[in-house]
C-alpha cells in the first residue's frame, strides 16, 4: 500500500499543518490596516468568511479605529471590481450609537453604502445578520449582538463561511469566558495609558493555530485626533519653554534697563 | 408526423392519487401549469389529468424541438421545486398515453396500451376479455363493428390519436390583466389560515408574470370579510386591502412569497375571512438595467433585503445617510428609510475632529464643581472649538430657535475613553454652564 499523502486526499485549505500554524493562510484574509495586528493574525490579516468575535472591554470600544482600515480598503476593492448598484455595501446593525458619516467619508468609506439598522428588540440583530450575509452586494457586516447565545453564533459562522463577507460581532467583554465557534476571538480595551496617545490594546483569546498570548497596541488610524494632540502638546511644550527662557535667562532689554537704572 | 410535437406535462400526484405532493404547498395547481406553460407556446391545453403543449406553430421561434423542450423543462426546475413527469407524441393522446405508461417517444405507437385512449374506460373490462390490449389491435378491427358496438366516440378519439381527424380542445388564454380569488372552504379567523391560500394565488400570479414575461412592483390583496348583510348597510367595511410594494420589479416566487409572509405577520383581521382576491397593482417589462449579468446567482440583492426587515420592523428601524451642508453636527446627516435612486451629490466630508459615532440626542452631563462628570470626571484635552450657527431668518439673539453658540471639546476619562462634548454659550453667563455629550471616539 503506498503512503497517504495529506495533500492528495484533502483540498487544498482544508488541513493546517502545525508546523505552518499562526503564519499559513488557510482562508482568504483582508489585511487589518494594523501592521503589528496582522503579524499576529493568521494569514496575515481579518479571515474573509468567518466570523470575527471582538469582546470589549468598554460599552463604545475603538470599533471604527480597530475594523476602518480593512472595510475601507475591502469596500474599494469591491467597487473596482463590482458593477453592481450596490456593489461595497457595509451593514451596521444595533450599534450603541449611531454612525456619523460625514467622518466615515472623510476617512475615505463611501458611506452612501451604508445601511444602519437599528432593530425594535435586541434579539432581533441576529436575523438581520444572518440575512445581509446572504446579499450579493454586502462586502462587511458589523454586530453588536450583546445577548447571542452560542447557536446564534454558530449559525452566524456557517452563514459567513458560505458568503465572502467580513463579519465582526462585537460583544461585552464578560462573555470571555463562554465557548464560542468563532474561529477568531480577540479582546480590544482603550489603552490604559491612552492619555498621551490615543490606542488600543488588542489580546487574541483565540486563533487558528499556536495560542498569543502577548498584547498588541495599535494606534488609531482612522482619526486625526492622535495627530491633533501630538500638535498640541508640541505648542504647549514651546509655550513653556519660551516662559522658561524669559524666567532663566536674562534679555538683552534687561541690561538696558539696568544701565537706564545705573545711569 | 414529428413524434416531439406534442408534450404533456403532469405532477406525480395527478396521475396517481397516492403519490407524494399532493397536499403539499409547493406544488402548483393544474391551471397555474397551464398558464406557466403559455409563456412557450400559444397552444396550451389542459386535460384531465396533465397539461398539453403543442410545439408545432412555436418550434422554429425556439430553434427545433430539442431546444423548445429543453428550455421547458430548464425553466421548470428553475421555477418549481417539485418533480415533473412528461411524454412526448405526434399527437396529444399519444402524448398522454406515453406519460402514463412512462414510455420514451420512440416507443412504437400500435404497442400503446388501451388504457391510454381517453373516454373508453367503461369498454376496457370487455377490450380485455376479448384480448385487445394495444391501440393497433383495436384499430385492425372492421370500423363499422367498432362503431355499432362501442359507438362512434370510440372511433373518433382513434383517429385523433393517430392523427387523421383533428382534436376538439380549447387552448388557455392568458388574461390581460391578472386579477384572481379563492374562496375558503369555511370563514378563517386568524392571517396564519389563509396562508396556504395565499400561496395557492400567488403561484398562479408568478405564474402569469412568466407567461406575461413581466415583472411586477406592487400587488395588492383583499380580503373579503365575513360581515353580515345588517352590518355592512351601516357602512362596516367588508373587505381589508392590503399592499405589498417591492423596490425592484421581481418575478421571482420566492420573494414575493417571503415578502408577503413578513407583511402578513403584521395585519389584523376584523372579521372572518370568506375569500381572497389578489391583483399585480404595478407590472412593467424587464427592462435593459436588470441584474444577473455580473452578479451570478451569489445571493439576494440589497433592495431585497432592506423590503424584507423593513417588512418585518417597520422602515423607522433602517438608516441610509443622506447628507446636509450644516455646520450644526446633528444637521449635517438625515436619515432615510428608502435606498437613494440616483447618484447622491456632494457627500458631506467632514475634515477636523469629528468623531464617528454621534448620539441621537445630546446627552446633559451631570456638573460638579463646575466640571462635567461622564462616568467620573472629564479631563478637557482639545479645545474650544466655537461654533455659532444662526439661521438667515432669524435675528442675531439667544432667544432664536435654531441659534446653535456652542464650544466644543475633547474630552478624556479613564473610563469612558475619548468623548466630543460641548458647552452651551448660551447659558455660558449663568452660574452654571449646561455640558452635553455629543459624539463618541471609538
Excluded at chain 1, 465557534?181 to 487558528?208: D, F, H, M, N
Excluded at chain 2, 477636523?352 to 462635567?372: F, I, N, Q, T
Aim: proline share 8%; net charge positive.
Amino acid at each position: 500500500m503506498p503512503p497517504l499523502s495529506i495533500n492528495e486526499h484533502w483540498p487544498s485549505g482544508m488541513v493546517w499543518r502545525a508546523s505552518d500554524a499562526g503564519h499559513a493562510a488557510c482562508t482568504a484574509t483582508q489585511s487589518s490596516g494594523h501592521a503589528d495586528l496582522d503579524a499576529v493574525l493568521p494569514g496575515q490579516g481579518w479571515p474573509v468568511g468567518g466570523l470575527i468575535e471582538v469582546l470589549q472591554q468598554q460599552p463604545v470600544g475603538a470599533d471604527w479605529q480597530l475594523v476602518g482600515p480593512a472595510l475601507i480598503a475591502r469596500q474599494q476593492q469591491a467597487l473596482r471590481e463590482g458593477h453592481a448598484r450596490w456593489a461595497g455595501s457595509v451593514i451596521l446593525i444595533n450599534p450603541v450609537h449611531p454612525p456619523f458619516t460625514p467622518t466615515w467619508n472623510d476617512a475615505g468609506l463611501d458611506a452612501s453604502r451604508l445601511v444602519w439598522l437599528h432593530p425594535p428588540q435586541p434579539q432581533a440583530c441576529a436575523w438581520a445578520a444572518e440575512q445581509a450575509l446572504q446579499c450579493a452586494d454586502v462586502v462587511a457586516v458589523l454586530a453588536w449582538l450583546p445577548h447571542a447565545t452560542a447557536t446564534v453564533l454558530r449559525r452566524l459562522q456557517f452563514m459567513a463561511a458560505q458568503s465572502g463577507c467580513l463579519l465582526w460581532v462585537f460583544r461585552p467583554g464578560v462573555c470571555s469566558s463562554q465557548a464560542s465557534p468563532a474561529p477568531l476571538r480577540l479582546e480590544v480595551s482603550v489603552a490604559a495609558s491612552a492619555i498621551e496617545t490615543p490606542g488600543l490594546q488588542v489580546r487574541v483569546l483565540k486563533r487558528r493555530g499556536l495560542p498569543w498570548n502577548a498584547t498588541v497596541f495599535l494606534p488609531w488610524l482612522c482619526s486625526g485626533l492622535p495627530q491633533a494632540l501630538q500638535a498640541q502638546r508640541q505648542i504647549s511644550a514651546r509655550r513653556r519653554g519660551a516662559t522658561q527662557e524669559y524666567r532663566h535667562e536674562p534679555t538683552p532689554l534687561d541690561g538696558v534697563g539696568a544701565a537706564a537704572l545705573v545711569a | 408526423m414529428n413524434p416531439r410535437r406534442w408534450m404533456v406535462l403532469a405532477l406525480p400526484h395527478w396521475l396517481h392519487e397516492s403519490s407524494p405532493g399532493g397536499g403539499s404547498a409547493e406544488a402548483p395547481a393544474q391551471d397555474v401549469v397551464a398558464m406557466w406553460c403559455a409563456a412557450f407556446s400559444p397552444d396550451v391545453f389542459v386535460l384531465s389529468s396533465g397539461v398539453a403543449i403543442d410545439g408545432q406553430s412555436v418550434a422554429r421561434y425556439w430553434g427545433g424541438w430539442a431546444p423548445l423542450w429543453g428550455r421547458v423543462m430548464q425553466a421548470w426546475v428553475q421555477q418549481w421545486s417539485v418533480p415533473l413527469l412528461r411524454g412526448h407524441g405526434a399527437t396529444v393522446w399519444q402524448a398522454l398515453a406515453r406519460l402514463q405508461q412512462g414510455l420514451p417517444h420512440t416507443s412504437p405507437v400500435d404497442a400503446l396500451a388501451l388504457e391510454g385512449l381517453p373516454g373508453v374506460a367503461a369498454h376496457l373490462p370487455m377490450w380485455q376479455s376479448l384480448g385487445l390490449e394495444t391501440w393497433g389491435q383495436l384499430r385492425a378491427l372492421p370500423r363499422g363493428a367498432v362503431a355499432r358496438r362501442w359507438g362512434k366516440g370510440v372511433l373518433s378519439t382513434l383517429d385523433q390519436a393517430y392523427g387523421e381527424a383533428r382534436h376538439c380542445l380549447a387552448p388557455i388564454v392568458v388574461p390581460a390583466q391578472f386579477n384572481a380569488q379563492m374562496a375558503c372552504a369555511q370563514p378563517v379567523n386568524t392571517v396564519a389560515g389563509l396562508a396556504g391560500l395565499m400561496q395557492a394565488l400567488l403561484h398562479e400570479a408568478v405564474a402569469w408574470l412568466y407567461a406575461r414575461g413581466q415583472r411586477a412592483l406592487a400587488l395588492v390583496w383583499t380580503l373579503h370579510l365575513d360581515v353580515p348583510h345588517t352590518q355592512a348597510v351601516q357602512g362596516r367595511l367588508s373587505q381589508q386591502v392590503f399592499a405589498v410594494a417591492s423596490a425592484q420589479a421581481s418575478s421571482d416566487r420566492g420573494l414575493w412569497w417571503r415578502l408577503v409572509h413578513e407583511h402578513m405577520t403584521r395585519w389584523e383581521l376584523s372579521a372572518p375571512v370568506h375569500a381572497v382576491s389578489l391583483r399585480w397593482a404595478q407590472t412593467q417589462l424587464p427592462s435593459e438595467e436588470a441584474r444577473g449579468l455580473w452578479d451570478g446567482p451569489k445571493g439576494q440583492s440589497l433592495e431585497a433585503w432592506l423590503d424584507r426587515v423593513k417588512a418585518r420592523w417597520g422602515g423607522e428601524h433602517v438608516g441610509l445617510a443622506s447628507w446636509r451642508a450644516d455646520h450644526v453636527p446633528e444637521r449635517m446627516q438625515a436619515w432615510s428609510t428608502d435606498l437613494p435612486k440616483g447618484k447622491q451629490e456632494g457627500a458631506s466630508q467632514a475634515r477636523g475632529l469629528y468623531p464617528p459615532w454621534l448620539l441621537r440626542e445630546p446627552l446633559r452631563l451631570w456638573v460638579k464643581a463646575d466640571k462635567p462628570w461622564y462616568q467620573g470626571p472629564l479631563r478637557l484635552v482639545l479645545g474650544p472649538q466655537r461654533l455659532d450657527a444662526m439661521p438667515w431668518s432669524a435675528t442675531w439673539s439667544d432667544a432664536a430657535p435654531q441659534a446653535v453658540r456652542r464650544d466644543y471639546f475633547v474630552a478624556h476619562s479613564a473610563h469612558a475613553g475619548w468623548l466630543w462634548i460641548y458647552r452651551e454659550r448660551a447659558h455660558a453667563e449663568h452660574t452654571h454652564a449646561q455640558w452635553f455629550l455629543q459624539g463618541v471616539y471609538g
